[in-house]
């Protein structure tokens, strides 16, 4: 199963949810279904960074329409609830700084260690600058998601983070699915009983094979967010 095929799951999926949520609140069985969606995205986010050739670009991407959404949302909902795209921005911010901690721990620089470096940093400074950074965009997060409600909560940052963390596959599935028991352990004590089920979303992961796939359509699933919910609003209103 292609990297192609897990977003169009997970997109099928999160439209299943949503319709839950907005049309149809008495049928629960589409919040669980929807569980599914979250885990295959924040698999292929970490995928995304780990192979992209430019991680800037497709921090960008993410981050500029997670912007766009939120600036409607607010305006429509009158809530300052910051949507998954901005999650996963956060998420990219915290593994690009992990990225270069990484490099600077083995002395192989990227391109904030390379910026320092220029500046006439020296190699103890500048490992200890992007190991601080590190920590302090994950404490940034912490306060962030403890003043305003972030879909999936600081945990829901750093489960991509976790898939992206090892470089052996099979680690990356095992730190990807203590990140997801968390995440649905918190849930469940919050009174949350549905995030369990999104543990269904390993099945398509264990037959997932690692390539993009065919096709791309990578506007498509960047799009279908914010076209799918206003759709579905739109049509709440009318109905």
Request: proline residues 3%.
């Amino acid at each position: 199963m292609s990297g192609f095929i897990l977003k169009l799951i997970a997109a099928a999926t999160m439209l299943i949810d949503h319709a839950g949520l907005l049309l149809f609140p008495g049928q629960p069985w589409m919040r669980v279904v929807g569980r599914i969606a979250y885990p295959l995205f924040a698999w292929c986010i970490a995928e995304g960074f780990r192979y992209t050739r430019n991680r800037m670009r497709y921090f960008l991407q993410i981050f500029i329409l997670g912007v766009g959404c939120q600036i409607v949302y607010t305006i429509a909902e009158g809530d300052l609830y910051f949507g998954i795209l901005l999650t996963f921005s956060f998420s990219i911010v915290i593994m690009a700084l992990f990225r270069e901690t990484r490099a600077a721990l083995q002395r192989e620089y990227t391109v904030f260690g390379d910026f320092l470096q220029n500046h006439g940093a020296s190699a103890a400074v500048r490992t200890g600058i992007v190991t601080a950074a590190l920590f302090g965009a994950a404490l940034l997060c912490a306060v962030i998601t403890a003043s305003v409600r972030v879909d999936y909560g600081f945990i829901g940052i750093f489960v991509p983070v976790l898939a992206y963390l090892p470089d052996n596959k099979w680690l990356q599935r095992v730190f990807f699915v203590g990140g997801l028991l968390a995440l649905s352990l918190v849930n469940w004590q919050l009174g949350d009983h549905v995030q369990i089920w999104c543990l269904l979303a390993l099945i398509p992961l264990v037959l997932y094979n690692g390539r993009p796939g065919k096709y791309r359509m990578k506007w498509f699933f960047y799009i279908f967010y914010p076209a799918h919910m206003a759709l579905l609003y739109l049509l709440s209103v009318i109905f």
